[in-house]
């Protein structure tokens, strides 16, 4: 059931940042936070990056381990307009909900944030890892 409990995190974590009007309108008043993102979107967006998911059970229930990257994209000189968007991101999903589709969100804590630029500096890149962990209800 890694499966489903990784699915579960993602859309969850997808409709918390949604949800959050200040982010919305800080990345243009569209749903840009993105699976994957659409070749050529445009920027900011963010997308849900890698998931590493291994199991944490106990002997009387079912639970999982999340690591999972958040993905912040801008076309702006400087990582400034990445950064903005990393702390209205860290400010909503500090306020989460603690449940999802099936599954109880027992813990998700930012744990690194690294900034980068890519296609010969025409891009930012700032990448959020989370940790999560996860039990089924």
């Not at 589709?101 to 500096?121: F, I, K, Q």
């Amino acid at each position: 059931m890694i499966a489903l409990a990784t699915m579960a995190l993602r859309n969850g974590l997808r409709q918390i940042l949604l949800a959050d009007a200040n982010l919305v309108t800080r990345l243009g008043g569209s749903g840009k936070v993105y699976d994957e993102a659409p070749r050529n979107a445009d920027t900011p967006y963010i997308a849900l990056g890698d998931v590493r998911t291994s199991d944490w059970s106990a002997s009387d229930n079912a639970g999982c381990e999340h690591t999972l990257i958040l993905e912040v994209w801008s076309k702006h000189n400087g990582v400034a307009e990445c950064l903005e968007i990393a702390a209205l991101v860290e400010h909503a999903l500090a306020t989460h909900p603690d449940a999802l589709a099936g599954y109880n969100l027992v813990l998700l804590r930012h744990e690194s944030t690294e900034t980068s630029r890519r296609d010969r500096g025409r891009l930012s890149l700032c990448r959020m890892r989370y940790r999560a962990l996860t039990d089924d209800l």
